[in-house]
């Protein structure tokens, strides 16, 4: 499969050719451009008009060109062997340290934090075997990685920190690594909490939305006041102390602040050069939801943001952008381009009170319990399920430039949006699309 596409964020128009399986990405001239939309999709009636005029001997060149390019395998090449055996080793788990919540943000899937489950804190006990369940499931795997999610798990740091010393011991009785994650919304970031995670975290995420109008007309305290000004404050506190390790920013744009330039702007300015902002996935009849007659108006938001992307890093005010970041010279592994996050196969999420499912967004979906950490029950044909549940086995994700990028999506948003894991989220996969040929474009602009 071959993409034709133009982009105008660095400035000038430039013209793209890219191919899917190989991962090969050709800046053209106008008339290449033209010459090959002709050959792997279809022009619009204003290039049919501008192709009628190329002069037909630089045609047959171009045309000799491409037909080169495909005996190589560079272009319109066929699908690499993507056959990978189950083995049923799990490398990867989220921990709900806690189901309960200091903000009350409506957009959140969790409902504040809850699940939709009555208020519960892990205990060291439930995460001990967890540990233990991670570890025995682990197989020949030698590095582990464990999120500490919520919730708000700063509420139950003391377990958090116990929960550490013990992985920490056990794998390295076992030669094996393990890192942590954390994801705070940072109203509890204080300066103990600050030094612990800075010192025992591979990565921190903490939640803030933008500028100061956009983050407190959503995340509040449970009294309804905003959140942004503890939060900024101790974030960037935070960032001070963190040097060059792992971190990010990440905020979540709704229907109400669809100008998301502005906010990522604003976090780059307030000092934050690791940042994502998410589109916020909710059923369409929320007033927040972002729907596929919003598309358009998103789109364009995200070309306002690669154009000031590419300036601000060229004038030296330089931060990442989460979802315009890509490698085509490595890529992602055979399992990222087929399964994305692993969910369900090689990483799952356990409740405070030891539930396994396939990653934190399923804990609502009951169906879908593979087990619990205390019995040591395991379904492993769930596992296998989501195993086989790969980008190459979805109708609507073969013919999609950025398939190997997207690993065919989110499987709980293909479950609430399609009734499948199996299906797709439609707008979901609108906006992944956009943002990836874009981070092609930002990608040839920077090369």
């Known amino acids: 499969m071959v993409e034709v596409f133009s982009s105008s964020v660095s400035g ?4 793209f050719v890219y ?6 990405l050709m800046n053209v001239d106008a008339a290449a451009f033209l010459i090959a939309k002709s050959r792997y999709s279809s022009l619009s009636s204003d290039e049919s008009l501008l192709y009628s005029s190329i002069d037909e001997n630089l045609k047959k060149e171009i045309e000799g060109e491409l037909l080169t390019l495909e005996k190589e395998g560079v272009l319109n090449s066929k699908p690499a062997d993507t056959e990978i055996k189950f083995c049923g080793d799990i490398k990867a788990m989220c921990l709900h340290i806690c189901h309960d919540c200091n903000l009350r943000c409506p957009y959140c899937f969790a409902k504040d934090g809850t699940y939709n489950t009555p208020k519960d804190y892990m205990s060291f006990e439930v995460g001990k075997a967890a540990i233990d369940f991670l570890i025995e499931r682990s197989g020949v795997r030698k590095n582990l990685e464990v999120d500490f999610f919520g919730g708000e798990p700063l509420m139950n740091i003391e377990v958090v920190k116990r929960i550490v010393n013990y992985a920490k011991s056990e794998c390295e009785k076992r030669g094996k690594n393990i890192s942590f994650t954390l994801t705070t919304n940072a109203v509890l970031l ?10 025992e975290m591979e990565n921190v995420v903490i939640s803030i939305d933008g500028r100061q109008e956009t983050h407190d007309a959503l995340r509040k305290t449970p009294n309804g006041s905003g959140s942004h000004a503890i939060a900024l404050k101790n974030a960037k506190e935070f960032r001070k102390i963190r ?17 998301f330039t502005s906010d990522a702007v604003y976090l780059a300015e307030n000092g934050f050069d690791q940042i994502s ?3 916020v996935v909710l059923d369409e009849s929320d007033e927040l939801a972002i729907k596929m007659a919003d598309i358009d108006r998103v789109n364009e938001e995200y070309e306002k943001l690669a154009k000031t992307y590419i300036k601000m890093r060229k004038e030296g005010k330089w931060f990442n952008f989460f979802h315009f970041m890509i490698d085509l010279k490595h890529g992602p592994c055979v399992h990222k ?6 969910a369900g196969s090689e990483y799952v999420a356990v409740t405070p009170s030891g539930d396994i499912y396939p990653c934190h967004q399923f804990v609502t979906h009951p169906e879908y319990k593979m087990g619990n950490v205390l ?12 195993f086989e549940n790969t980008v190459v086995k979805k109708d609507e994700c073969l013919s999609c430039a950025a398939k190997y990028h997207c690993s065919g999506g989110c499987a709980a948003n293909a479950l609430n949006f399609s009734g499948s894991i199996n299906g797709v989220h439609e707008v979901g996969c609108a906006l992944m699309k956009k943002r990836f040929l874009l981070s092609l474009a930002i990608y040839d602009a920077e090369a």
């Open 375 to 386: 019995d040591g029950d395991f379904n492993e044909s769930i596992q296998k399920t989501f």
């Open 337 to 342: 381009r087929l399964r994305g996050c692993g």
């Open 243 to 259: 040097g060059d390790k792992k971190y990010y920013i990440r905020g979540t744009f709704t229907k109400k602040n669809l100008d």
């Open 277 to 279: 902002l998410e589109p």
């Open 19 to 24: 191919d899917v399986e190989s991962g090969s």
């Open 12 to 15: 000038e128009k430039r013209y």
């Open 190 to 199: 204080n300066e103990d909490n600050r030094k612990f995670l800075n010192e």
